[in-house]
Nanobody, 127 residues
Framework: QVQLVESGGGLAQAGGSLRLSCAAS????????MAWFRQVSGKEREFVAA????????EYTNSVKGRFTISRDNAKNTVYLQMNSLKPEDTAVYYC????????????????????WGQGTQVTVSS
């Protein structure tokens, strides 16, 4: 059974930083791309960032480029999202997600391509 457990969310001031972690178990973590999505109540869950299985390819939504960095440590079965220069509009529940296909070279931003999800962690940015 695949499990994804996020941590690191919380309250930050605008301009501040937070680092999210997602610990994975239950399948060979190192051969699957991983992603972060976020969702505001009443809105669709949206793509934030993704990283391929080797860590050599990443993708970001435009609104976080230059501020957020996704990384992974395959030895620790963990993916991270470093969030800097936070803005109030970054406030959301952040979800970690695992790709449904192994060894994908170019990451996908499509929600339906990710079939494993964490429980989410709340990030709140105050102005």
């Amino acid at each position: 059974q695949v499990q994804l457990v996020e941590s690191g969310g919380g309250l930050a001031q605008a301009g501040g930083s937070l680092r999210l972690s997602c610990a994975a178990s239950g399948r060979a973590f190192g051969i699957y791309a991983m992603a972060w999505f976020r969702q505001v109540s009443g809105k669709e869950r949206e793509f934030v960032a993704a990283i391929n299985w080797r860590g050599g390819s990443t993708e970001y939504t435009n609104s976080v480029k230059g501020r957020f960095t996704i990384s992974r440590d395959n030895a620790k079965n963990t993916v991270y999202l470093q969030m800097n220069s936070l803005k109030p509009e970054d406030t959301a529940v952040y979800y970690c997600a695992g790709d449904r296909k192994p060894l994908r070279v170019v990451v996908t931003t499509e929600r339906y391509e990710y079939d494993y999800w964490g429980q989410g962690t709340q990030v709140t940015v105050s102005s």
